[in-house]
């Protein structure tokens, strides 16, 4: 073997440690490399076909095909939004009667001098015109109409209009969901 | 494991086809790879540190590193210099870690009687030599291990590597991950020790 830092000194070097032995490992060198080598292509540990659920977990997340539960017809609460203006007004009116009631019966209060005080004699006047021209209108139309068709006739006038308030509600809920289920 | 218990087809394959087989899952390829190599390997790092046991832990952690990592060995690269290189890094890690004390292939210093010599001797592959060559190779022999064991570590890798292993200077380099140039003047420095150390010998 000859390269640019050989010189003749160091041959007889170099042949004898061309000539230095092998040493020889234990017997049992390349059994305990084995026993802990993992061999290429071994056979791999069978996988059951259907991973069941792990109870506990461990980091590992097995693979598990999504079931498909039944979907139940669940009714809708919400209401539409002229359901609840609807209801909205109605408790308002409701609420803002009983508090009247209970200003003018309980307390005493006169009416017309509460109002005026709020909104100011003008406006009052002009409602409580307003309200005196309906009610004698609405009043004469009742007399004369409850004496043109009788007692029973008006109780079916009556019972007509909560009909078609409710079916009026009911059609306004049904328009609502209908354009709900479209979106 | 004998080398006479490999099958005869996979002892006259190279390297890199070998690993090809092993790489395939089979068994015997792996245990022709350990044949080819626990010597020279065991060898090499026993050298370095002086110590059979931890040469020989050196050594399997070696190959199992190796062979378990197959997959990631490129056969542009000759396989021996890539199990060198995994050698050479362990065993320069383990005397970073440690510094030890040296021991005669004649048994340990320390050692007072032929049987406890015997006992802390290391079993050597011989040739075919005469008696009177194989005291005068043993001789020299001996006196070479002692001269290599007194070189710097980095010195007895590359000298080792260059004229026991007779690898190129680039492949030394390679497996020592030292520039080429370094890797020449390590050798360079080595030969010169080696030639101090054994003038009286030769």
């Not at chain 2, 590359?158 to 030292?178: G, T």
Request: glycine share 4%.
């Amino acid at each position: 073997m000859t390269d640019d830092f050989s010189d003749a000194d160091f041959e007889p070097i170099a042949a004898a440690m061309k000539k230095l032995p092998y040493f020889e490992p234990s017997p049992h060198f390349a059994d305990k490399v084995m026993a802990r080598v993992n061999v290429a292509g071994a056979v791999p540990v069978p996988v059951p076909a259907v991973a069941r659920p792990r109870s506990v977990a461990t980091g590992y997340i097995a693979s598990v095909a999504r079931r498909e539960y039944p979907v139940a017809a669940v009714p809708d609460l919400r209401r539409s939004i002229p359901a609840r203006l609807a209801a909205t007004a109605l408790v308002a009116s409701f609420g803002a009667a009983v508090t009247v009631a209970l200003l003018v019966t309980v307390f005493n209060v006169d009416l017309i001098v509460f109002l005026t005080r709020i909104f100011g004699e003008g406006a009052v006047a002009f409602v409580a015109s307003i309200a005196a021209d309906a009610a004698t209108s609405a009043g004469a139309t009742a007399t004369s109409t409850s004496a043109a068709i009788g007692t029973a006739a008006g109780a079916a006038v009556v019972g007509s209009f909560v009909a078609g308030a409710s079916l009026a509600t009911a059609g306004l809920r049904a328009a609502a969901s209908a354009s709900r289920k479209a979106a | 494991m004998p080398a006479g218990a490999v099958s005869p087809p996979l002892s006259g394959l190279s390297d890199p086809a070998v690993v090809d087989l092993a790489k395939m899952g089979s068994e015997a390829a792996y245990r022709e790879l350990l044949t080819r190599y626990e010597r020279p390997v065991f060898s090499l790092v026993f050298r370095m540190v002086r110590d059979r046991e931890t040469a020989e832990d050196l050594s399997q952690e070696t190959f199992i590193k190796v062979l378990n990592n197959l997959d990631r060995y490129s056969p542009e690269f000759k396989f021996s210099s890539w199990l060198f290189k995994i050698a050479n890094n362990l065993t320069i890690d383990h005397l970073r870690r440690r510094r030890l004390d040296t021991i005669s292939i004649e048994g340990a210093p320390d050692a007072v009687t032929s049987e406890s010599a015997r006992a802390t001797s290391i079993a050597v592959v011989s040739g075919n030599e005469s008696p009177l060559e194989e005291l005068e190779s043993r001789e020299l022999g001996t006196a070479i291990e002692r001269a290599i064991a007194k070189l710097r570590p980095e010195y007895r890798a590359c000298i080792m590597l260059r004229h026991v292993e007779d690898k190129s200077y680039e492949e030394i380099a390679e497996i020592v991950k030292l520039p080429l140039g370094t890797v020449k003047t390590y050798i360079h420095r080595a030969r010169h020790e080696l030639r101090e150390a054994l003038g009286d010998v030769r």
